[in-house]
């Protein structure tokens, strides 16, 4: 890991992550997460306060980012939670929880970064239990041409200064392709926001 990556992508990124539009996506959908929660990519910690405590049984919040794990287990202490978050440092490809032990899992911006996507949804379905779901809010492939078209144009540059964003993603589509079966969905531009980076999805997915 070279220096940009490990001292200042998690800045850049927790600053951007943490922008008025992006938290108003969280806050549709974190309150939703219920039972024993999976949160993938958990950056640094931007999620924490917005789960509900009467719902949430475990909080399992994974990392692969030494920086920003630092940064999510301050966040968790400032907000009284530290006790009942468990930290896992690693990639979400491979996570060391056992078959269908997981209610739901979260995915808030982190798909477009995933560098093996197929893999951590494969990984999910393989933790999830009966009934279980995913909950997510990404960003991603534009739906207009004109969009799209910058967004192709950007990314190489885009990827390597933003922790390997990847602007061309289309969050449907990869959930559709790893069995998935979309519930709810709904997309929109995210207000104040480029374009090229402000095109949002969310809702809940399930096992097909």
């Known amino acids: 890991m070279n220096p940009w990556e490990k001292y200042v992508v998690p800045n850049l990124i927790s600053c951007a992550c943490a922008s008025k539009p992006m938290m108003k996506q969280r806050e549709k959908v974190i309150p939703h997460a219920e039972g024993k929660v999976l949160e993938i990519g958990c950056g640094s910690g931007t999620n924490f306060s917005y789960y509900d405590p009467e719902k949430v049984e475990r909080l399992?919040?994974?990392?692969?980012?030494?920086?920003?794990?630092?940064?999510?287990?301050?966040?968790?202490?400032?907000?009284?939670?530290?006790?009942?978050?468990?930290?896992?440092?690693?990639?979400?490809?491979?996570?060391?929880?056992?078959?269908?032990?997981?209610?739901?899992?979260?995915?808030?911006?982190?798909?477009?970064?995933?560098?093996?996507?197929?893999?951590?949804?494969?990984?999910?379905?393989?933790?999830?239990?009966?009934?279980?779901?995913?909950?997510?809010?990404?960003?991603g492939l534009a739906p207009d041409e004109g969009v799209a078209k910058w967004q192709r144009r950007v990314e190489p540059v885009w990827k390597p200064l933003a922790?390997?964003?990847?602007?061309?993603?289309?969050?449907?589509?990869?959930?559709?392709?790893?069995?998935?079966?979309?519930?709810?969905?709904?997309?929109?531009?995210?207000?104040?926001?480029?374009?090229?980076?402000?095109?949002?999805?969310?809702?809940s997915a399930v096992p097909a």
């Open 60 to 139: 399992y919040a994974l990392e692969p980012s030494e920086g920003m794990l630092k940064k999510a287990r301050r966040t968790a202490g400032a907000l009284g939670i530290g006790n009942s978050i468990e930290f896992l440092e690693t990639g979400a490809e491979s996570v060391p929880l056992e078959d269908h032990s997981i209610d739901t899992v979260v995915y808030t911006f982190v798909l477009c970064t995933i560098p093996d996507w197929k893999g951590a949804l494969q990984e999910t379905r393989r933790l999830l239990k009966p009934g279980g779901k995913i909950i997510f809010s990404e960003h």
């Open 163 to 203: 922790g390997g964003c990847h602007l061309t993603r289309d969050t449907k589509k990869m959930l559709e392709e790893a069995g998935f079966e979309l519930q709810d969905a709904e997309t929109m531009y995210l207000p104040g926001t480029p374009k090229i980076a402000g095109f949002c999805s969310w809702g």
